[in-house]
Structures are given as structure tokens and as C-alpha cells.
């Protein structure tokens, strides 16, 4: 590796930042590889296909997993994959084949994609209120899986039109709620959370970027109807965290929370400090999580 390095002629601060992008790849490979969650296939098809995306740069598409897939923004879909496919965030076992998903936030559509790799015969609700990447995400789905509906709209406390900002770099950022990175405003449709849980829903998918607390507890009455819960805490000075909580015991749910530190993304000039937050029934059994907990403690 060092003698390599050293025939390319790059500068000490490019060393280390090429040392440190390629300690990241494997890492999140030995992560995949590992995971014995996973049938032994998948793992290499996930692991191939993330180092070709890793190390190969495209403009805006990449193929994996019979899926292809068009992007905005390449660091922020390597993000996503990452989180998605490599660390399985979202990964749970239903009690059926063909489990009712909500997903609240779907951006480009990798969450859906990875649900219906999971569970092809899955339905699913998918929500995105930005135009632009909802008319990705509809390409995304409509080329690769059937079974989803797509609502363009952010999902709130009511039903109506709310302010919605985003900035220049498409896939980051994308909020309700205005933030220093906010360079753009916009009316968008926005609908309740209630009105699409009158039925058995086996996985509440959300990441709507620090609206989770007050969305959650406007919805509480309905929360009898879902088995698990699996959200993206964004820590801010409006969103406060006990009221979440609340919400989620008077619904009969117990939860495990994991922190994710500070990071600070330059990109964007702002500071992330969040978690996910796992909720299920006391009847229910979330192994994927728990093995999850357990190996890092060990």
C-alpha cells in the first residue's frame, strides 16, 4: 500500500485522505461480509456492488442487485447505501411474507427497494414531499418493483400545505423545519400520519428530519395498528425526546435507542447529532436488532 502511494506522488494530507477513504470501504465490507443475517450470496452481491460504487465513480445511475437506480448526488446515495443495505437499519423479520409497510421520508426510494428485497411480496406507502427527487423516486420504483404507492406530500400533523426547505445539494437537508443550510422555501402538500394507519401496518419506516416527535404524538391514538416502529431521532432545541417516549409506552411499545455522535458536515456548514430509535411490542421479538446490541457490547 505505502510503496503504491508513494509512485502516485500525492501530497501527505492526500495520503491520509486516500488511507482514510479506503480503511472506510473496508470497513463497511467486513460489515456486510459478517453479518450472518444475511444469506452468504447477498453478502457478496451487496459487498461487490459497494466496492464498484465505492471506487468507480458514475455520473448519476448505478446497477446492484438486479436494481437500477439513478441518483442526485453520490456521496449522499454511498450514505444511504450504506446505511441501508450495509448496516441493514432497517432490516426486521415480520410474522408474514407479505408485511404492510409505511415509509415516511423515501427520498430516492433505497429504503423501499431493500424492503422489497427483503419481502418481495410486501405492500408498501411511500411518502416524499420534494418534487423533483419524488420524480426520481418514481422512476427508481416503477422500473424495479410493483406493489407501491407513492404519495407526493410530507407527512404532518394535518392535512394542507406547510413550508418546505431544502439547499442546493439535492438528497441533504430536506426538512419541514428551516435550518442554517436552508437556501430554499417552497409551499408542498403535507398530510396526517393517522389517515394511513387504519389498518395493520408491520413496519412504520421514518426519517422525515426532526418532525418525528410531534408527528408520532399527533398519531398516537392510531399507533395500536402497527407492530414496529423504526425511526431517525434528529436532536434539536425544538425536538424534545420525553413526549416520543411517552407516546410510544401509552401505545404499548417498548424501545431500544441508538445514539449516533456528532458529525459534522462541511457540505452543508451544519452540525448532525441524532439516533434511531427501535419501538416494538411486548409480543414481539426484534432478533436482527438485538443481535445487533449485543455484538457491540461484546
Same mark, same amino acid.
Given at each position: 500500500?505505502?510503496?503504491?502511494?508513494?509512485?502516485?506522488?500525492?501530497?501527505?494530507?492526500?495520503?491520509?485522505?486516500?488511507?482514510?477513504?479506503?480503511?472506510?470501504?473496508?470497513?463497511?465490507?467486513?460489515?456486510?461480509?459478517?453479518?450472518?443475517?444475511?444469506?452468504?450470496?447477498?453478502?457478496?452481491?451487496?459487498?461487490?456492488?459497494?466496492?464498484?460504487?465505492?471506487?468507480?465513480?458514475?455520473?448519476?445511475?448505478?446497477?446492484?442487485?438486479?436494481?437500477?437506480?439513478?441518483?442526485?448526488?453520490?456521496?449522499?446515495?454511498?450514505?444511504?447505501?450504506?446505511?441501508?443495505?450495509?448496516?441493514?437499519?432497517?432490516?426486521?423479520?415480520?410474522?408474514?411474507?407479505?408485511?404492510?409497510?409505511?415509509?415516511?421520508?423515501?427520498?430516492?426510494?433505497?429504503?423501499?427497494?431493500?424492503?422489497?428485497?427483503?419481502?418481495?411480496?410486501?405492500?408498501?406507502?411511500?411518502?416524499?414531499?420534494?418534487?423533483? $427527487?419524488?420524480?426520481?423516486? &418514481?422512476?427508481? !420504483?416503477? @422500473?424495479? =418493483?410493483?406493489? +407501491?404507492? *407513492?404519495?407526493?406530500?410530507?407527512?404532518?400533523?394535518?392535512?394542507?400545505?406547510?413550508?418546505?426547505?431544502?439547499?442546493?445539494?439535492?438528497?441533504?437537508?430536506?426538512? $419541514?423545519?428551516?435550518?442554517? &443550510?436552508?437556501? !430554499?422555501? @417552497?409551499? =408542498?402538500?403535507? +398530510?396526517? *400520519?393517522?389517515?394511513?394507519?387504519?389498518?395493520?401496518?408491520?413496519?412504520?419506516?421514518?426519517?422525515?428530519?426532526?418532525?418525528?416527535?410531534?408527528?408520532?404524538?399527533?398519531?398516537?391514538?392510531?399507533?395500536?395498528?402497527?407492530?414496529?416502529?423504526?425511526?431517525?431521532?434528529?436532536?434539536?432545541?425544538?425536538?424534545?425526546?420525553?413526549?416520543?417516549?411517552?407516546?410510544?409506552?401509552?401505545?404499548?411499545?417498548?424501545?431500544?435507542?441508538?445514539?449516533?455522535?456528532?458529525?459534522?458536515?462541511?457540505?452543508?456548514?451544519?452540525?448532525?447529532?441524532?439516533?434511531?430509535?427501535?419501538?416494538?411490542?411486548?409480543?414481539?421479538?426484534?432478533?436482527?436488532?438485538?443481535?445487533?446490541?449485543?455484538?457491540?457490547?461484546?
Amino acid at each position: 500500500m505505502y510503496l503504491l502511494l508513494e509512485k502516485l506522488k500525492l501530497k501527505e494530507c492526500e495520503k491520509m485522505s486516500l488511507i482514510g477513504k479506503l480503511w472506510n470501504i473496508t470497513i463497511n465490507v467486513r460489515t456486510i461480509l459478517v453479518n450472518k443475517e444475511v444469506e452468504k450470496s447477498e453478502r457478496k452481491q451487496i459487498a461487490l456492488a459497494y466496492l464498484r460504487m465505492a471506487l468507480f465513480k458514475k455520473q448519476n445511475k448505478y446497477h446492484f442487485l438486479n436494481f437500477n437506480v439513478k441518483f442526485f448526488n453520490r456521496t449522499n446515495f454511498l450514505f444511504l447505501f450504506k446505511e441501508i443495505f450495509i448496516e441493514r437499519t432497517y432490516q426486521f423479520k415480520a410474522k408474514t411474507n407479505n408485511p404492510h409497510i409505511v415509509d415516511l421520508g423515501s427520498n430516492i426510494g433505497l429504503s423501499i427497494l431493500f424492503f422489497k428485497r427483503l419481502y418481495p411480496k410486501s405492500t408498501i406507502i411511500g411518502f416524499e414531499p420534494d418534487k423533483e $427527487t419524488f420524480n426520481l423516486l &418514481s422512476e427508481n !420504483i416503477s @422500473k424495479n =418493483v410493483n406493489g +407501491v404507492k *407513492l404519495v407526493n406530500a410530507a407527512v404532518g400533523t394535518h392535512r394542507g400545505k406547510i413550508n418546505f426547505y431544502s439547499s442546493e445539494t439535492k438528497g441533504w437537508g430536506m426538512s $419541514t423545519l428551516e435550518s442554517k &443550510s436552508s437556501t !430554499i422555501c @417552497k409551499k =408542498v402538500d403535507v +398530510v396526517p *400520519l393517522s389517515d394511513y394507519l387504519n389498518r395493520k401496518v408491520d413496519l412504520l419506516k421514518m426519517d422525515i428530519e426532526g418532525t418525528e416527535v410531534e408527528v408520532i404524538c399527533a398519531a398516537k391514538d392510531k399507533l395500536c395498528n402497527v407492530d414496529r416502529i423504526v425511526l431517525e431521532y434528529h436532536f434539536n432545541q425544538r425536538n424534545k425526546i420525553i413526549p416520543l417516549f411517552k407516546a410510544l409506552e401509552e401505545a404499548g411499545f417498548h424501545y431500544y435507542v441508538a445514539s449516533v455522535p456528532p458529525s459534522h458536515l462541511p457540505y452543508l456548514n451544519i452540525c448532525f447529532w441524532g439516533g434511531i430509535i427501535v419501538a416494538e411490542r411486548d409480543n414481539i421479538k426484534n432478533e436482527v436488532f438485538i443481535e445487533k446490541k449485543e455484538a457491540k457490547k461484546g
